[in-house]
């Protein structure tokens, strides 16, 4: 930022200098001026309405709203004068004439919270102390501020019904009081226009169209809006009971390889919520559906795996940590290499990827190690992992005049992506989306392309060859039902300065993907194109960074400026093995027949092949860590709370079974350990100040190396659409998540039919 | 798209401003605001829906749903009100199966409310299209649908 010249000031005959450029209000907060107010936020646009903010200015007729004017130089400002302070207790009066005051007035107030000694003199649904909001109400505090102790006027109950339809969150506008927050959030912030004003005097209400519920009207439950409500309207379903969270601890989403920061809200040494961080520059607060919402109920799942158990003939039998490790050391001792198979998730961390190769290749002397993001792109692999590691910045998103998405929709996920598409389109890029059916980002783009995913790639390619001969020399070679809408965005693009390429899952997990992965690479390496790849593997980068791949050694893939050649061993799933050993991964139909199954895990599969042991893992809020964004950043993970019961860290548990089996050199007593050791063996790897960067990988060559892969469920609901966590559908365990994974796929049922 | 509606919006530039305009326009083809159009021209203008519809039910003179052939307007104005407006408008909607605001599904009758219709001395009084009845009763009133298809 540049030094801007300070203006002169006086606040309450106190002589202050404040920055120029901003709000009396503003002004005021950064100098410690207190000036009660409730309908301005920052980051959001002021808007003036609940008039609480009023100041006296020298030489300003009547009484400015603070937030909506701008300070000048010499300005002399007043802000607690006898006048003020009655005026603001008149209108706050008038705000809640319309608010059920109960919760404010009552003259039990004080003890009732500690003693609950009175009977409760108002209904559940008229506020008191049952409100969700109680000792968290920035209303409460308002109040108590402006020193309002009664009110004078008859309160009037609107009676609308409580909305509790939607997912995650349930609504009581009874409470509301118009400060329009949650409107401006959702639509200037977001971006996103599910709430806007309804009717108007008496009748104004907040929500969609039409009595639309939020899922029909395409609200991406980013929860910003329950976020930033001064009061009880708005609630998290799960979290609404709970009252003021104790503490909270900011760590990394690891459900995507966006890596949004999260502050986890923590009540007795449990997650209760996620709120964003508006200042995180990865993100900058704009989280998804699954950060904000499906973190709880994952976590605290009823169904969580507590004790090593062992399977025997009359179900599982509870053991120690001690006869668990003994156990898995016996039957892994002796296994040749080729018998064994490991396989992790790319949901783990930097730290725990790493000590599982050590583990496969020290201890088992193998390289057979498999995870989601191997079977699920199989051949296709190379190309793939080629333009993830040569992937951009998030931000380039912002500079960028031509944008054009392939397979995309950020409603449910990837929204700070999605979101900064947008804020760019807004501001005047060119946006183009290309897709089988609706994108969320079709509302603001030039062209919206609809299309069957087999001819995705052909576009592209129309597309890098008028651009690669300049546009319009030469005559274009398209279909006919495309040549007016190519030439023209294809005009628009080479104009441009700055293009990005968005590949969505959509186009991942397609039958067609190679195709437009090579025309990619194409508009990337010719025609200087950025290319984004939102995939859902969370740590892909870390995984190919911590060699956790077959035949990639730690570090190898990191030095930028060389290339590499990523030859896989061939790795036969038709082969019956003696050991497979699941590492924080879920997901069975990876499974190949074998004689013993260990399972390492927060959540049981979801399956009839019971794992002959079991051992539960700690999750990503209970042990302490790193993973690596898309972007290539080396992001935090805070341990919040204690792991559940006697569940514990993926490395830890690693650790152990070598040093019984005595085997290799992972003897970690801590995660700072584990870090030494990578430190040592990936250069450069936790410099905080840079992103880590990758040698180019070679995508000419590419060897089968998979045999006997699952099926892939093309076209479907497959891996990328319904999202997991270790393998675990977040759907399985996260009741909105289960309605909304629904919604996506009956209404593209519905537009499969439609078409 | 249908297409009355593609001709109407070409009409506009694809500036926000344009929104009441084009309301406007919709209004008066139609006769009312469907939710084919207003998604219509929300991709048009690259405004949400939910904005759209926020935006015009500000406004009195929009409205969202088909009108029927014939409208009946209740007057609740406070005389019609205290002489049985309310218990008439009850009827209504329980006979024709609708609430206030809404259409019958055959179209034939959309109802409404009005304060005052300025004939208070005749209260209660009830609006079918341009014809005033005055002194309603429940009665009277269901006769007097019959006459209209
Ligand atoms: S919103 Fe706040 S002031 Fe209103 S009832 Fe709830 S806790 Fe009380
Ligand atoms: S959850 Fe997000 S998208 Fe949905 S209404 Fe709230 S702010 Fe808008
Ligand atoms: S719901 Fe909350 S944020 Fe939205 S207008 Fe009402 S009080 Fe304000
Ligand atoms: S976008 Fe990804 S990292 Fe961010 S909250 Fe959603 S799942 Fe988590
Ligand atoms: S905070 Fe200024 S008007 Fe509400
Ligand atoms: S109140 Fe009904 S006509 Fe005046």
Redesign the pocket.
């Known amino acids: 930022m540049t030094r801007e010249k300070k203006l002169k000031v006086t606040i309450d005959s106190r002589e202050l200098e404040v920055r120029p450029n901003t709000t009396i209000l503003q002004a005021a907060r950064e100098s410690d001026v207190y000036i009660p107010s409730l309908c301005t936020l920052e980051h959001l646009p002021s808007y003036g309405a609940c008039r609480l903010c009023i100041v006296e200015v020298d030489g300003l007729r009547g009484y400015p709203t603070s937030c909506t004017t701008p300070v000048e130089e010499g300005m002399v400002i007043r802000t607690d004068t006898s006048e003020l302070r009655s005026l603001r207790q008149e209108i706050l009066k008038l705000l809640l004439s319309e608010h059920p005051a109960s919760c404010l007035f009552c003259e039990e107030h004080d003890e009732c919270k500690e003693f609950q000694g009175t009977i409760r003199k108002v209904g559940v649904t008229t506020g008191c102390r049952y409100c969700p909001n109680d000792a968290r109400c920035e209303l409460q505090e308002i109040t108590e501020k402006v020193g309002l102790t009664e009110t004078s006027y008859p309160v009037y109950y609107r009676g609308f019904p409580v909305e509790k339809y939607d997912p995650f969150y349930d609504r009581d506008y009874n409470l509301c009081i118009l400060c329009g927050r949650c409107v401006r959030v959702c639509n200037s912030v977001r971006l996103n226009g599910t709430l806007s004003f309804k009717q108007r005097g008496k009748l104004t209400t907040i929500g969609p169209a039409f009595d639309r519920t939020h899922l029909e009207a395409g609200c991406e439950f980013c929860g910003a809006c329950v976020s930033v409500c001064p009061t009880g309207v708005l609630s998290t379903k799960v979290s609404k009971w709970y009252g003021k969270p104790d503490s909270q601890v900011a760590t990394?989403?690891?459900?995507?390889?966006?890596?949004?920061r999260?502050e986890l809200q923590l009540k007795n040494n449990e997650v209760i919520d996620?709120l964003?961080d508006y200042d995180s520059p990865v993100?900058q607060g704009?989280?998804?559906?699954?950060?904000?919402f499906?973190i709880p109920e994952y976590i605290l799942s009823p169904e969580r795996l507590g004790t090593p158990s062992r399977l025997t003939p009359v179900g599982y039998e509870v053991i120690s940590w001690d006869q668990a490790i003994d156990e898995a050391a016996g039957r892994l001792r002796g296994t040749k290499p080729e018998e064994s198979l490991v396989v992790v998730s790319p949901q783990l961390s930097n730290e725990d990827l790493f000590v599982a190769q050590q583990f496969t290749r020290q201890v088992l002397g193998s390289d057979s190690m498999i995870s989601s993001v191997m079977v699920d792109l199989g051949n296709d692999l190379v190309p793939f992992l080629e333009l993830a590691a040569g992937g951009s910045t998030f931000d380039t998103i912002e500079g960028a005049r031509g944008i054009l998405t392939v397979g995309f929709d950020s409603t449910y996920?990837?929204?700070?992506?999605g979101t900064r598409i947008k804020k760019a389109a807004q501001e005047g890029a060119l946006l183009v989306t290309l897709g089988a059916c609706d994108s969320n980002l079709d509302m603001l783009s030039e062209t919206a392309f609809q299309m069957d995913h087999s001819r995705w790639a052909e576009f592209l390619g129309v597309l890098a060859d008028y651009q690669a001969r300049g546009g319009g020399k030469g005559k274009l070679k398209a279909r006919k039902e495309w040549t007016d809408d190519i030439e023209r965005i294809s005009r628009a693009f080479s104009d441009s300065s700055t293009n990005i390429l968005v590949v969505g899952p959509e186009a991942i997990f397609s039958r067609a993907r190679r195709e437009v992965f090579e025309k990619a690479r194409v508009l990337r390496d010719k025609l200087g194109w950025k290319i984004i790849i939102a995939h859902p593997y969370?740590n892909l980068l870390g995984m190919l960074a911590m060699g956790a791949f077959p035949g990639v050694k730690p570090g190898e893939c990191l030095r930028e400026g060389t290339s590499v050649t990523l030859s896989f061993p061939l790795i036969d799933l038709t082969k019956r093995k003696k050991v497979v050993y699941f590492i924080g991964e879920g997901r069975f139909d990876m499974l190949p027949d074998c004689d013993y199954l260990i399972y390492q895990n927060g959540l049981p599969p979801a399956t009839s092949r019971q794992p002959d042991l079991i051992l539960p893992a700690s999750l990503f809020t209970e042990s302490s860590g790193t993973t690596t964004?898309g972007e290539g950043r080396v992001l935090k993970i805070e341990k919040a709370t204690e792991p559940f019961m006697d569940a514990k860290s993926d490395w830890w548990i690693l650790s152990r079974i070598a040093e019984k089996m005595n085997k290799g050199k992972l003897k970690y007593k801590d995660v700072a350990g584990v870090q030494t050791v990578i430190k040592r063996q990936v250069k450069g790897f936790y410099d905080s100040r840079r992103r880590i960067g990758f040698a180019r990988i070679n995508a000419e060559e590419t060897t089968k190396w998979l045999k006997g892969a699952p099926n892939q469920e093309w076209e479907g609901s497959g891996a990328g659409k319904n999202?997991s966590y270790r393998g675990i559908p977040l759907a399985r365990v996260v009741a909105g998540m289960k309605v909304v994974d629904e919604w996506v796929n009956t209404s593209l049922l519905s537009e499969k039919e439609a078409r | 798209m249908p297409e009355p509606i593609r001709t109407i919006l070409e009409k506009h530039s694809r500036e926000p401003d344009e929104l009441i305009p084009i309301l406007q326009d919709v209004q008066k083809e139609y006769g009312y605001i469907s939710a084919e159009s207003v998604k219509g021209i929300s991709k048009y203008l690259r405004i949400s829906e939910n904005t759209i519809y926020g935006v015009s039910s500000f406004y009195a003179q929009f409205r969202f749903t088909e009108p029927g052939r014939h409208s009946v307007k209740v007057c609740l104005g406070t005389a019609c009100h205290v002489r049985g407006g309310a218990t008439l408008l009850e009827m209504l909607e329980r006979g024709l199966g609708v609430h206030c605001g809404e259409t019958t599904e055959d179209k034939r009758f959309g109802l409404e409310r009005v304060a005052c219709l300025g004939c208070c001395a005749l209260s209660p009084v009830v609006q079918i299209d341009k014809e005033i009845f005055s002194r309603m009763t429940v009665n009277r009133l269901t006769e007097q649908l019959k006459e209209y298809e």
């Open positions: 990394t989403c690891v459900y995507c390889p966006v890596g949004c999260l996620a964003p993100d704009l989280l998804c559906v699954k950060g904000r499906a996920g990837y929204s700070p992506v969370t964004n999202p």
